[in-house]
């Protein structure tokens, strides 16, 4: 795997291309100079966490031969602020799941990504106490 990095414009502008050419925009944060024209590193890391858990989600609901219809995550995560570095000290997943859904096994499928599948989320516990919640929707 190998990403690439390329300055678009300003200080902190930047461009991100996988291999497969597929690109994301960051930036720095506005307080040192950024231009608020990308998600910012730590932002990236918050989604990367929710997409990666979604994607074990939507596997494991099809598997499980459920109507998944819809899917929205939040995540959102505190920092240490004042440490150098500001790591994330606790993150909180919240599943907003739509459709005609068992709730054993919507609730087994997020147990599962979070404390078996989820790459990020693995590599993530390690500095941060992650939790998570959901809510069934018609």
Known sequence: MKIELRRLSGD???QAVNEDGNTVE?????????TGKGMRP??????????CSSIDVILIMKKKRQELRDIKVSVTG???????????????????????L??????????????????VTRMVEK?????WSYDLHE
């Open 102 to 119: 068992d709730a054993a096994k919507a609730e087994r499928a997020i147990q599962l990504s979070m404390e078996k599948y989820c790459s």
């Open 26 to 34: 960051t930036d720095a944060s506005p307080a040192i100079g950024g």
């Open 42 to 51: 730590m932002q990236m890391l918050l989604s990367a966490l929710g997409a």
């Open 78 to 100: 505190e920092r240490e602020e004042g440490a150098i570095p500001e790591v994330f000290k606790t993150i909180h997943v919240h599943y907003d799941l739509y459709g005609p």
């Open 12 to 14: 902190y502008h930047l």
């Open 127 to 131: 500095v941060a106490t992650i939790s």
